[in-house]
């Protein structure tokens, strides 16, 4: 097992509640279009699949897709959408299991790769995702630029997002590469607050394409968003495409 934290019973039961927004057709229409072009006519990989927000709805465009899912809790619900047999899960880590066939597309989404604490898992990660393309094939990742600007001397926390029923910070170990999300999230009217935190290892860009070529994939492009907007230096994530040499 990686250094991955797991989701819980509680935590996965509610995910798609608590990602509605992202889930919506404006959000996903553009990555599902992304991606169902790079896969082509062949068949797609997610490293940690989650609950399906993009798999299943990628799968029902016509894209094969099969899913590689730490939690077993992740897996149950995506589970509840779709059968075995329409879209295959292998529990297990993103960085080590394998599972059969070769793909056009191999993709991670969503800051997911920080999941992975190390530097160390990280290019295994990249490895892995070589390992199971073929000649031609593509790697995405969907990752946010760490937003250390924001932090003046002697600040430890970022926040991103003050609404509502949810507030939401980051904490840095600068050092490390580490940052902890940290979520206060309002779910009733009795104005008590649910308290979360995650462990993330961030890295730049230019890390990760370091870690593409240690994997032997090449840079073919990146974008600011599923749209394909330009990628620049006030751009806040990016969506990096590495090919794997014919």
Same mark, same amino acid.
């Given at each position: 097992? &990686? ?20 889930? /919506? +057709?404006?959000? =996903? ?19 940690? @699949? ?17 899913? @590689?899912? $730490? ?14 047999? &329409? ?20 993709? $991670? ?38 937003? =250390? ?24 170990? =600068? ?5 902890? /999300? ?23 860009? +230019? ?28 751009? &806040?994530?990016? @969506? /990096? ?6």
């Amino acid at each position: 097992m &990686t250094s991955s934290e797991l989701w819980t019973r509680e935590s996965a039961d509610r995910y798609d509640a608590e990602e509605t927004e992202t889930s /919506s +057709a404006a959000v =996903l229409g553009p990555t599902l279009a992304f991606l169902a072009e790079l896969a082509g006519d062949g068949r797609a990989l997610e490293f940690a @699949i989650g609950t399906g927000r993009v798999g299943v709805p990628l799968r029902e465009r016509g894209v094969p897709v099969v899913g @590689i899912e $730490l939690s077993e809790h992740m897996a149950a619900v995506l589970r509840r959408k779709v059968d075995e047999s &329409t879209l295959p899960v292998t529990i297990g880590d993103m960085a080590t299991t394998v599972v059969p066939g070769a793909f056009t597309l191999v993709y $991670l989404v969503y800051n997911t790769i920080t999941n992975l604490l190390t530097q160390d898992e990280q290019v295994e990660c990249f490895r892995n995702a070589a390992r199971h393309l073929e000649p031609g094939g593509r790697f995405v990742v969907e990752l946010g630029v760490p937003p =250390l600007r924001f932090l003046p001397p002697g600040q430890v926390a970022v926040p991103f997002d003050v609404s509502e029923r949810h507030l939401g910070f980051d904490t840095f170990d =600068l050092v490390e590469q580490i940052l902890v /999300s940290h979520h206060f999230t309002r779910d009733g009217d009795d104005g008590r607050y649910r308290s979360e935190n995650s462990r993330h290892r961030y890295a730049w860009p +230019a890390e990760l394409d370091l870690m593409a070529r240690i994997a032997g994939l090449e840079l073919e492009r990146r974008v600011a968003d599923w749209d394909g907007a330009p990628f620049t230096q006030d751009s &806040t994530k990016h @969506i /990096s495409v590495w090919r794997k040499p014919t």
